[in-house]
Structures are given as C-alpha cells and as structure tokens.
C-alpha cells in the first residue's frame, strides 16, 4: 500500500519522536515516607522498573506548592516543590538519576491558572491599581449585578466569581480557587518566559502544557454559542461551545513563543488540547515546525477501538502537517484507564490496544499502570477527593477512580508506612507488577516486548502508516516497507489474508511469536499482533 504520510526525517529521529513517554501521578505513584502521599524519591525509587520496561521520558504531573484545591493543578509558586512531594534538590537528583538510565523528564506547567494563594492573585484582589491586578481576567457585572457573560465552568456553574474587595467578577474556567490569567498582559507572559527557562536550565527535557487550547480569552467576552444537535456528546453535555472562553486563535501566539524559546534546550511542547474535532487539532502543530510538538488527541482517547477509531488515527494522519508527529494515548489523570473505557476490564482487549498504542506511527504515552493493565477502581463517595466527583456525585464518580495508587505487588507496596493511601488500593492481588514480572506471557512483559521491538526497528519507529486491506472485523496498518500490524476487534477469530509470506513478531498471545506465516493468517478474539516481511 502507498503511504499516507509524507517522508520521515532524514537521520536520527528527536528522542521523544521515537521514544515512549509515560505519565506519573506523583501522589499515586509510589510513597517513600509512609504518610500516604506519594512522593519524588518513590519516583526516584522506581526509575529502575521503567528503565526495565522501555521508556524513554517521563511526565510528572504537577509537583508544584498548592493548596491542592485541584491536587496540583491550582500553583501557588511555579519554580519550587510542594513540601508533601519533597524538595526541589529531590527533583533535581530525580532529573540526575533519570539521566543516568536514559530517562527524560517532562513536568506539567500550568498556564492558564494559578491558585487563588499564589502572591500574584493575591496582590491582584488587594485593589484595582494593584502590580498583578491586571495579570487576572476581571469584569463588571451585567446591570441587574448577574455575571457578566454566560461562560460556565468546566467543573460545573457559572465560570465567574464576585468579589468584595474590587467590586468585580474574576474569572475562573475550573474551581474559583484557579482563577484564570489574562493572557493579553505582557507581563504573563514574560512571566511564564521566565518560568519556562528556570526549568530548562535546571535540566527539565520539556514540559506538559495543561488546557493549552483555553489560554487567551475572548477580549470582548463575548458569550459562548450554545451547543447544536450535531455537536459532539461532550461539547452537548456543556450545554456551550467555548468558542470564546477557550478556543481563541490567540493561544497559537503563545504556542509560537513558547516553541522559539524552547528550540535551543530541546524542549519538548506536549499540549493537552482538549478539542473534540481533528481539523482544531491540526492546527496546534502550526507549520508543524512552530507550535507543539506533540498535542493530545481527545477525539481518540474517547473513541472506540473498531472503525470509529480506525477513521480517527487516518484523518488525524491526513490532516495534521507533513513534518508533524502524532501522539496517542489511550489513559489520563482525567480520561480514566483504556482498559476499562475501551476494553471493559477484558484483559484479551486491554493487550490489543497496548500493542495498538505502541506500535502506531506517533509517540506513544502510557499512563502509571497501563503496563499492567490497571483498570479503573470505584471509589466510594466517602473516600472521594476530586472535587468533580465530589460534586456531582452520583451522575459523575469523578477522576478519582483513575488516580488509585500503583499496584507494586500483591499486598499493595505503594507505601510502608501506617498511613492509609490517599484513595483506596485496587485489587492488587490481581493485578501488580511482581507478579506480572515473573509471568513472561503477562500484560507487562508483552508491553516491554513491544517497546523493545518498536526500538529495534526502524519500521516502528519511524515508517509511515498506511491502512491494509482486512475483512470488516480487522484494522490492519502497514509500518514502513516490512512491517504489518493487524487487530482483530471481535468476540470471533477471523482469517487474514496477506500478500507475502512472514512471520510473526510478537503477538498477545505469546505463543505466537516467531510463527511462519503463507498467504494467510489466523487472529482469534481480540488478537493483535506484529507481521514481520522479508
């Protein structure tokens, strides 16, 4: 078949353009301490078990001081560490050891809000001549003293909250502890140049952009238009479109700045851009040499496997510039885990989107977890700490089911201490990495094969992706010249033609790999596996 996309880069690939990243909730990753909490030297601790397993970066979701009204992603100081996950010289011996296996480190910045604590907004709310007063979105209310706009937040009700002391609404997209910064003040920006550097320098490999597509704000604030019938499910649900609370081409400028001033330490820009359809998408790449490097796709995290995301994975690939590079994954902080979204707990199914995720031309990011196959884990109303779930309980339990602690072994081994985690263990006896270590045709072992694999050959890394022609209950995509990848998304095995012979190169049923194959090849239920041509 004739590539889809356009030729790959000539030499050696930028690391995370043929590495795997993985995402860490510090809080949930691993606790060294015993007070419940994890923290920076349990990462540290646990450098060993993702060198084992292949990855070439790491995300660390917000470590920054906060109140934790949102558990990190409310800053009350962008260059220091919350004391609950250690110090800034444990980040830094993090970075160090992390450097030593091959590891790059990725933190979470969070630029469109701060903490209602940090000393901006409180000199912002201490009068309207304040330094910082105009670095916060702030209005009048309409003449009946109603807020000023229709805007409502992400996390439900009115994205406005009044305030005494100056006598106007402040903006907030989320909680009204995160109030919202106004981007159109330079000195945000030069702020958030400065941020940016003070990382770079301490040897930070990049950084992962929180709601890169909400930055900037309508500077009319302008009502949102209502959502329309043909609107997707969640855009629907919002009841709004966000078409100028979020969403302005203005974040673009912001993307540009961050991207120049990034290029001379190799940073890597990874966006979460929450838009629900391709084409917003696309256009976080730019040129495809001067936003982002790699952006989130919501489209594909919330689409199922089958068609409806065999279409998504093509249109992205049609749609984003040439020189671009696609990112996939499947499990968040907030999307919850693929294995229970899109593969309902089936173990068969949570394999096959693994080997999907790793074997796609893109980088491939892996939630704490996703190696093993952790599924979501209900937690009960009185154990909630998300205030999403909190509030809106029981239509929405909330994230909290995907932010449980990592199942090290048997009993749990998050912590050694006394305390309680912080949110309920899942059913480690079922699901850990020691065990699975020990299994060779476990989920774990599978996923650092296909890591290997996909670092061993160029096809993986680097070839183009174009579709193979399967029957109706198959999705097949070629890699490169050599390299076939078919998965089978039915409850029934199905036969596959194929146009040369080759054999198998690793499969989720790893008794598999190495089989010759002529002419044809058999998947069962929910199989995937790797074809290799001569």
């Not at 093993?372 to 999403?388: K, Q, S, T, Y």
């Not at 309980?393 to 912590?415: A, H, K, L, V």
């Not at 174009?466 to 070629?478: C, L, N, R």
Request: charged letters at 25%; proline letters at 8%; hydrophobic letters at 35%.
């Amino acid at each position: 078949p004739m590539p889809t996309t356009g030729p790959t880069d000539a030499g050696a690939p930028p690391w995370w353009r043929a590495g795997v990243l993985y995402q860490i909730y510090p809080r949930s990753f691993a606790d060294s301490d015993g007070d419940g909490h994890g923290d920076l030297q349990g990462v540290l601790d646990h450098l060993d078990h993702l060198a084992w397993l292949g990855v070439d970066g790491i995300w660390l979701s917000p470590i920054n001081p906060s109140p934790q009204a949102d558990w990190g992603y409310d800053v009350a100081d962008y260059t220091d560490v919350d004391p609950s996950f250690g110090r800034l010289e444990d980040l830094d011996r993090l970075i160090a050891r992390a450097d030593e296996l091959g590891i790059r480190v990725l933190l979470d910045l969070v630029p469109n809000h701060t903490s209602d604590r940090h000393p901006w907004f409180l000199d912002a709310r201490s009068g309207r001549d304040a330094q910082h007063h105009d670095w916060y979105v702030w209005a009048d209310g309409r003449p009946d003293g109603s807020a000023p706009n229709n805007w409502r937040s992400s996390f439900g009700g009115p994205a406005w909250t009044w305030d005494e002391t100056i006598g106007r609404y402040y903006l907030h997209n989320f909680l009204p502890e995160q109030p919202d910064l106004n981007w159109w003040n330079p000195g945000v920006a030069d702020a958030f140049d400065d941020i940016l550097r003070f990382w770079l320098d301490r040897g930070v490999a990049g950084f992962r952009i929180d709601v890169a597509h909400a930055l900037v704000k309508d500077r009319e604030l302008r009502d949102d238009t209502p959502a329309l019938d043909t609107d997707d499910p969640m855009v629907r649900r919002h009841g709004l479109r966000s078409d100028f609370s979020m969403n302005r081409p203005e974040a673009h400028d912001v993307l540009r700045r961050w991207r120049a001033l990034s290029e001379p330490a190799r940073g890597v820009l990874l966006g979460e851009t929450w838009v629900m359809d391709l084409e917003a998408l696309a256009r976080f790449y730019g040129s495809g040499e001067d936003e982002l490097h790699l952006a989130l796709n919501v489209p594909f995290v919330f689409s199922s496997p089958g068609p409806h995301m065999r279409d998504i994975v093509q249109r992205t690939e049609s749609l984003i510039p040439p020189s671009a590079w696609p990112l996939w994954t499947g499990s968040n902080h907030d999307a919850g885990r693929f294995s229970s979204r899109w593969c309902e707990d089936d173990e068969r199914r949570s394999r096959a989107a693994l080997l999907m995720l790793l074997t796609l031309r893109g980088t491939p990011l892996l939630y704490y977890g996703d190696e093993i196959g952790m599924p979501n884990v209900e937690v009960p109303r009185e154990h909630l700490r998300d205030p999403v779930g909190i509030r809106h309980w029981p239509e929405d339990p909330g994230r909290d089911r995907c932010r449980t602690p990592m199942q090290w072994t048997p009993d749990g081994g998050f912590s050694g201490g006394e305390a309680e985690p912080w949110l309920p263990m899942g059913d480690a006896t079922a699901c850990n990495v020691a065990d699975q270590r020990e299994d060779p045709s476990s989920t774990l072992h599978l996923c650092r094969d296909a890591i290997a694999l996909r670092r061993g050959r160029e096809d993986l890394r680097a070839g183009a992706y174009a579709p193979v022609e399967t029957p109706e209950t198959v999705w097949g995509w070629s890699r490169g010249a050599s390299t076939i990848v078919l998965l089978n998304h039915a409850d029934r095995a199905v036969d596959v033609p194929i146009e040369r012979d080759g054999s198998v190169l690793l499969s989720t049923d790893r008794g598999r790999d190495g089989e010759p194959l002529s002419k044809s090849v058999k998947l069962e239920p929910w199989e995937a596996l790797v074809i290799g041509l001569p």
